[in-house]
């Protein structure tokens, strides 16, 4: 049985899932602070990686996000050789598409849980073996702005589901 940091239980008997998709976010705020919804994913997919239920991490995002990302995992101890970066995954079907596109068929995807139910509904319209695996969602004054970016983007994903 694997848990996850919000405390999501997943049967992983017999259902190995190579790789764990680490969605990005841009790594720090406005006022210079770190981003918790990326660090919280980290957290999350380092997590995961060390409970050996994946191969390794993909990092997606951009150029600097990945950097970001590729520095974090190696501060915690994960090997280069188990990190794959997808530097052009500027939005959520661009990193699916590369997993899809690279053979990455089976993930977990990490992120918070509105996202990664979303980027999960996309994956299996792509044909991927998508489970969600859920970050921490920060409660702060930023969370209502969260709240209605996932909702419409949860509009745009189920347009690019019905219309593709």
Not at 64 to 72: L, S
Not at 117 to 139: D, E, F, M, S, W
Request: aromatic residues 10%; positive net charge; hydrophobic residues 40%.
């Amino acid at each position: 049985m694997l848990t996850s940091s919000r405390g999501m239980k997943i049967d992983n008997h017999n259902t190995h899932v190579s790789w764990g998709l680490i969605l990005g976010a841009p790594p720090f705020r406005k006022d210079r602070t770190k981003n918790p919804f990326l660090f919280n994913r980290l957290k999350t997919g380092v997590e995961l990686f060390k409970s050996g239920n994946v191969e390794g991490l993909i990092i997606s995002g951009y150029d600097y996000e990945t950097a970001v990302m590729r520095q974090f995992l190696a501060d915690e101890g994960i090997a280069k050789q188990h990190i794959i970066i997808d530097s052009e995954g500027s939005e959520t079907p661009h990193s699916l598409k590369y997993c899809k596109n690279h053979n990455y068929s089976r993930i977990f995807i990490v992120s918070q849980f509105l996202h990664a139910n979303r980027a999960c509904i996309l994956a299996r319209h792509l044909g991927l073996k998508a489970t969600p695996y859920y970050a921490k969602t920060v409660i702060d004054k930023k969370f209502p702005i969260f709240l209605v970016r996932e909702n419409l983007a949860g509009v745009k994903a189920m347009c690019n589901v019905i219309f593709d």
